[in-house]
């Protein structure tokens, strides 16, 4: 493999309690079921779950309630164990690939003490959201490297599908989704020490080195 894109939510975030609380709110207030809307919102862009869970609301005033919302809780997001560790030794390009806005990317990302990537594609840069490939194509593109040659860390069944259907290899970190509901991916891990001693062999640079198909 030639470069890694990362999830962001449930792979280098703990953000679980953030987004549940936020989007069970939300349901709360407009009367709709919590748990079917948290259940939706998963690996998905915000304006794909309001299509999906509330088409009668407006969107653009219910994405204003839902980002109040989260500027609220945005002290509650952690750093998942071993996120800095696994960037920091990442030995080939890296891209971010969220469902997440980029304020919101930046902001979790500055809370919980990561940096902020050099490459990323974001909810609002693309026109289909996850579970379509149009994130993780546009990933690729971006670092250079064709979809193939790239593996994603992912921690939804959402974003494994949008992997896959890219072409992309796919590492589901168990998270947020018991094992078995992430058997879409082509290895799951328990850890992201497990996850980047995955990624270690993938990309070792001798073997991108050998490689003579680029």
Not at 40 to 67: C, F, K, N, Y
Not at 162 to 180: E, F, K, M, N
Request: net charge neutral; charged share 20%; glycine share 8%.
């Amino acid at each position: 493999m030639d470069a890694v894109l990362l999830d962001m939510d449930g792979v280098l975030l703990d953000s679980t309690a953030l987004l549940t609380g936020v989007w069970r709110t939300w349901a709360v207030r407009n009367g709709l079921e919590p748990a079917a809307v948290v259940a939706t919102s998963h690996g998905r862009r915000s304006a794909d779950t309001l299509h999906a869970v509330a088409p009668h609301l407006d969107p653009d005033e219910q994405r204003r309630e839902l980002d109040r919302l989260v500027r609220e809780r945005i002290d509650r997001v952690r750093p998942i164990d071993g996120a800095a560790r696994l960037l920091a030794g990442l030995r080939v390009p890296w891209a971010l690939v969220t469902s997440g806005t980029r304020w919101f990317a930046h902001r979790c990302l500055t809370a919980a003490g990561l940096p902020l990537p050099a490459v990323a594609v974001y909810g609002e840069d693309v026109p289909r959201g996850k579970p379509h490939p149009d994130p993780y194509l546009a990933g690729a593109a971006r670092l250079g490297v064709a979809p193939h040659r790239c593996v994603v860390v992912e921690d939804a069944p959402a974003g494994i599908a949008a992997a896959r259907t890219a072409g992309c290899l796919v590492v589901a970190l168990s998270s947020t989704h018991r094992p078995d509901e992430l058997t879409g991916a082509h290895a799951r891990r328990p850890t992201l020490a497990a996850v980047g001693a995955l990624l270690a062999g993938l990309t070792a640079p001798e073997h991108v080195a050998s490689r003579g198909d680029r």
